[in-house]
C-alpha cells in the first residue's frame, strides 16, 4: 500500500467519494453504491474484502453524527508525533499473535481493535396514551448477546488458532445495514476449533431486564436512541447503540393528534334537550361540560387546556369532544 493510499484509508470523506460537506444522504447514498460493488460476494477483486470493510469503517463513523463531529475535530488538529490519525503499522504485541500461516492467535493482554462497533438493537415498546403523555418508568427485556466469557469473543477454543473472516473482513456486518455476517455470525473471527461455550460465536444469547423513564409527550412512531446499549463489537469492540420504537396503544375513549385529544360521549335526548351537565373523561381525570339546550347531535366542543403540553411548550393543547345523542326509544304500541 502506497503513502497516498494509507492516507486515503484513514481520510473516510475520500473512502466513501464525498466532500466534508456531504449531507446524511449523501453518505448514505454513497455507502450504498460502494457497497454494491466492493462486497467480497460480489466482487472478485484481490482486495475487494479490505476495501469493503474500509467503507463500513468510514460509514460507521459518519452516519452518526456525534461520532462525525468528533472525527472532524480530529482532523482538523495538526498532525504530530502524537496524532492519532498517523499510520504506524501493527506493534510488534501484534505481529506475535500472527503464525506462520497468516492466522491470529488470541491474546487476551493485547487490546483489540475497537474500530468496529456491534450492530444496533431494534425493538418496539408499546405504551398506553396516558404512559405516553405523561411519561413512565417502565422495565423492558432486551435479547442481546453477551462477549462468550470463555473465549473472550475470539469464539476460538483455548490455545486454538482464529483467522480474520474473509467475507467481512472482520466487521463481523453482513450486506445488508443492521445484519451480521452469515459466515462469521458476526464474530469476525473464522477459528480452528471452536469455543465450546459458544460454538465459536464468540457470544452467548441473553436476554436482560432494563429499566428506563420514558420522557412525557411521546408520539405513536418516535424512536428513543440509547447509546451503547446494542450489540458488542466483533473482537472487543465498542457497543452498538440500542433504538426503541414507540407504538401507542389505542384508548378506548381518547385519541390524540399532537397536543389536541379528542373524546366522543354519548348523551339521553333529554339531557340534550334540558342542556344538563356532563362528565367528560380526560388524561387529567373527570370534566364537566355545561351542554346548552336543545344540543344537536354531532356537536363538538371545546375543553381548554384539557390536552398535553409538547415537548419546548409552555401552554397545553385542547380536548375535543364531540356529543351523540341517543335515539328516542320507540313508543309501545297501543293496545
Not at 90 to 118: I, K, N
Not at 157 to 178: D, E, I, K, L, S
Request: charged share 25%; proline share 9%; glycine share 10%.
Amino acid at each position: 500500500m502506497s503513502a497516498q493510499q494509507k492516507t486515503q484509508a484513514h481520510d473516510y470523506y475520500s473512502v466513501l467519494n464525498v466532500t466534508p460537506t456531504a449531507t446524511p444522504l449523501e453518505i448514505r447514498r454513497a455507502f450504498r453504491e460502494l457497497a454494491r460493488r466492493l462486497h467480497p460476494d460480489v466482487n472478485p477483486a484481490a482486495d475487494a474484502a479490505e476495501r469493503f470493510a474500509a467503507i463500513a469503517r468510514a460509514y460507521d463513523t459518519l452516519s452518526d453524527p456525534e461520532r462525525r463531529r468528533a472525527y472532524d475535530l480530529s482532523r482538523s488538529r495538526p498532525a504530530g508525533p502524537s496524532s492519532r490519525a498517523e499510520w504506524k503499522g501493527p506493534s510488534m504485541a501484534q505481529m506475535a499473535r500472527h503464525d506462520l500461516h497468516g492466522e491470529r492467535r488470541p491474546d487476551p493482554a493485547v487490546p483489540a481493535d475497537p474500530a468496529v462497533r456491534g450492530l444496533d438493537i431494534w425493538q418496539t415498546v408499546q405504551l398506553t396514551l396516558r404512559e405516553a403523555a405523561f411519561g413512565t418508568d417502565k422495565s423492558i427485556e432486551i435479547p442481546r448477546h453477551e462477549t462468550c466469557v470463555q473465549c473472550r469473543g475470539s469464539g476460538a477454543a483455548p490455545g486454538a488458532a482464529v483467522r480474520q473472516c474473509g467475507r467481512c473482513h472482520g466487521t463481523g456486518r453482513g450486506p445488508q445495514r443492521g445484519t451480521a455476517c452469515p459466515r462469521c455470525r458476526g464474530s469476525g473471527n473464522l477459528p480452528t476449533v471452536p469455543c465450546a461455550l459458544c460454538g465459536g460465536r464468540g457470544r452467548i444469547d441473553v436476554v436482560e431486564p432494563f429499566s428506563l423513564r420514558f420522557p412525557s409527550a411521546l408520539e405513536d412512531g418516535e424512536v428513543i436512541r440509547i447509546k451503547n446499549q446494542g450489540q458488542p463489537g466483533p473482537n472487543g469492540g465498542p457497543r452498538g447503540d440500542l433504538h426503541l420504537r414507540i407504538e401507542v396503544l389505542p384508548d378506548p375513549v381518547l385519541r390524540r393528534r399532537g397536543a389536541e385529544v379528542y373524546a366522543s360521549v354519548q348523551v339521553s335526548p333529554d339531557q340534550a334537550r334540558e342542556g344538563m351537565q356532563i362528565d367528560v373523561p380526560t388524561l387529567h381525570g373527570e370534566a364537566h361540560l355545561k351542554l346548552p339546550r336543545d344540543t344537536a347531535d354531532g356537536a363538538t366542543f371545546t375543553l381548554k387546556g384539557q390536552g398535553l403540553r409538547l415537548k419546548g411548550k409552555w401552554r397545553r393543547g385542547d380536548q375535543h369532544v364531540t356529543v351523540h345523542v341517543a335515539a328516542q326509544p320507540a313508543a309501545a304500541p297501543a293496545t
